[in-house]
């Protein structure tokens, strides 16, 4: 039976890898999927990566790789055989791009998931509109779905409020969506939605940051959180 843990991608967006290997100590044997970014990457790069991984968790390296075809295939050649679960490719990168991306990961036999993302779940209209000024926000997004399905990428990350519009320009490609909420919240997150709304939307992977983070209790902000999510499973 599927449970809510099983949906649910903790973003592991702490100060640094201490704090980071302090929580999922406290979730180990819980808590399957931890997604890493930037800093985290930045500051534990793979040893901390190949850590996290042999205590259990299934890793999604999250560094939206946006560069030309050549630079992006040359960096999957490496990441492809750390045994990552998934990593992120901005779909702004283009055909040829994503294409080398999956040649990369093919060359490799590598069972990592390449996703594609499509546009950032902090962009409103306004702030959209100054990025790609005259592309209808639904445009962009409709595309890029489409030429993750064409290039055979294996999912996509897109906001809750995107889900309609992805699965009918990608349907086969399993969803992963960010901007999860619990309930109202002053972030930067503009196109959010509650946990049980993403999943009856049909989100596969619900990725939760900062309401776990800045939780008085995180474990079970956590828990809290998989059991929204299995109650719209059911
Ligand atoms: O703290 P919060 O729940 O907003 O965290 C969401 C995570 O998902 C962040 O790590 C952010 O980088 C990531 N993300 C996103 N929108 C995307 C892709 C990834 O918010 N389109």
Not at 76 to 88: H, K
Not at 117 to 141: I, N, Q
Not at 195 to 222: N, S
Request: charge should be negative; proline fraction near 5%; hydrophobic fraction near 45%.
């Amino acid at each position: 039976m599927t449970t809510g843990l099983d949906r649910l991608i903790l973003a592991l967006d702490t100060d640094g890898p201490g704090e980071a290997r302090e929580l999922l100590s406290a979730l180990e044997g819980e808590l399957k999927y931890v997604k890493i970014g930037h800093r985290l990457y930045a500051l534990g790069g793979l040893p901390f990566i190949r850590e996290i991984t042999a205590s259990g968790f299934s890793v999604f390296l999250d560094i939206k790789l946006h560069d030309i075809p050549n630079t992006v295939s040359m960096a999957v050649d490496i990441l492809a055989s750390e045994g990552l679960w998934a990593l992120t490719l901005h779909g702004g990168g283009g055909r040829k791009m994503l294409e080398e991306a999956r040649k990369a990961k093919e060359a490799r036999s590598s069972g990592i998931n390449l996703l594609g993302v499509t546009v950032l779940t902090s962009f409103d209209d306004a702030s959209w509109e100054e990025a790609a000024p005259g592309c209808p926000m639904e445009a962009a997004l409709a595309k890029r779905a489409a030429l993750c399905r064409e290039t055979g990428m294996d999912g996509i990350v897109c906001s809750p409020l995107d889900l309609e519009v992805v699965k009918k320009e990608a349907g086969g490609l399993f969803t992963v969506v960010p901007g999860v909420r619990p309930a109202a919240s002053g972030d930067d997150q503009a196109r959010r939605a509650a946990p049980l709304e993403t999943v009856k939307r049909g989100a596969d992977y619900l990725v939760v940051g900062r309401p776990i983070l800045k939780a008085p209790d995180r474990v079970a902000a956590v828990r809290a959180i998989a059991s929204e999510i299995e109650e719209g499973l059911a």
